[in-house]
């Protein structure tokens, strides 16, 4: 079941950041011809993965 509510869009520059919730604080680190990075930081519980890892688990559990 989806319980996202909905989605933000937001643009930033190098060096901004922001706040999720009261604790999750997303970064955009540097940007670099087509690439971007970003940094997470995050309590311990949280559990954080790239969307190109969840979309592949899901791809390996369809074919099983």
Excluded: C, F, H, Y
Excluded at 31 to 53: E, F, N, W
């Amino acid at each position: 079941r989806n319980t996202v509510a909905g989605k933000l869009v937001l643009q930033v520059r190098e060096g901004e950041w922001i706040l999720i919730g009261e604790d999750i604080v997303v970064t955009l680190e540097r940007i670099q011809g087509a690439r971007t990075s970003i940094s997470v930081a995050a309590p311990k519980d949280v559990k954080i993965l790239r969307g190109k890892l969840v979309e592949e688990q899901q791809r390996n559990a369809d074919e099983m």
